[in-house]
């Protein structure tokens, strides 16, 4: 699935957009499925956030549900999960398991970014960095409703300096558009982040949604060694039961 030259490109840039993923008749799926999320068909409690942090007491700007699959594991089962690992296991090696999933939607006219951010800033430290982020779009990705921008080689310096902004919001750091490329993607395909590449997206300005998809992996030992610790990425620093 992944060519030589994706290798290098991934090793070198820190990300790498992959087109065509899924079929028609499975983005029809995920998109029917992710609608059912956002529209509370399932439990999510504790699972579901708005990361933008603004209090808007009529509706969530960027919703953020963690664990799709955990709360409907026939999830595993279907293509992007099935093909994510394949892809994270030809990236990063054999040992790549599936750490958690999430949901981050930005509803129409919401215009508000990701800020710029390194997703190892949100983890505990890891003898073993390896790991990648798969961002699915079910909607097209662009410019104005929110596409990904990444910062090209920015997993080969140390983390950034993170803060979390008084009140509620996303851990975020300094970052810009001038020094990162932006990557627009049909529904469908997917852009591949290393864990600590700089990266954000825009908000969104159209009147349509901007759902995404992410799958995250990591070394099987790793996911362990994080669970023995009671991080599971639910949001709260304790195993669920
Ligand atoms: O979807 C977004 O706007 C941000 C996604 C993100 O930060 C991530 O997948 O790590």
């Not at 009529?58 to 992007?80: A, F, G, K």
């Not at 970014?113 to 997703?119: A, N």
């Not at 469908?188 to 992996?217: M, P, V």
Request: aromatic residues 8%; contains cysteine.
């Amino acid at each position: 699935m992944i060519s030589h030259e994706q290798l290098n490109f991934f090793e070198n840039q820190g990300f790498l957009p992959l087109e065509n993923i899924l079929d028609g008749e499975e983005k029809e799926f995920y998109s029917q499925t992710y609608d059912s999320f956002i529209n509370n068909e399932f439990d999510t409690t504790d699972l579901r956030s708005d990361l933008s942090g603004v209090k808007d007491s009529n509706r969530e700007l960027i919703t953020q549900i963690m664990l799709p699959s955990r709360v409907y594991p026939d999830l595993l089962r279907h293509p992007m999960h099935q093909k994510g690992l394949e892809i994270a296991q030809q990236l990063l090696g054999e040992d790549m398991i599936l750490d958690f999933d999430m949901l981050i939607n930005k509803a129409p006219k919401t215009n508000q970014p990701t800020p710029w951010h390194q997703d190892a800033a949100y983890w505990i430290d890891m003898p073993d960095k390896r790991a990648l982020s798969i961002w699915f779009a079910i909607d097209e990705a662009t410019l104005e409703n929110g596409c990904m921008w990444y910062t090209p080689k920015s997993h080969k310096l140390p983390l950034r300096e993170h803060h979390q902004p008084e009140g509620k919001g996303a851990l975020q750091c300094q970052g810009t558009e001038e020094e990162s490329t932006a990557v627009p993607l049909k529904p469908g395909s997917c852009a591949i982040h290393h864990g600590h590449t700089l990266h954000y997206s825009r908000g969104n300005t159209t009147n349509s949604h901007r759902r995404a998809f992410i799958l995250n992996f990591r070394p099987q030992r790793m996911v362990e060694l994080e669970r023995k610790q009671g991080f599971d990425h639910s949001g709260k620093r304790k195993l669920r039961v």
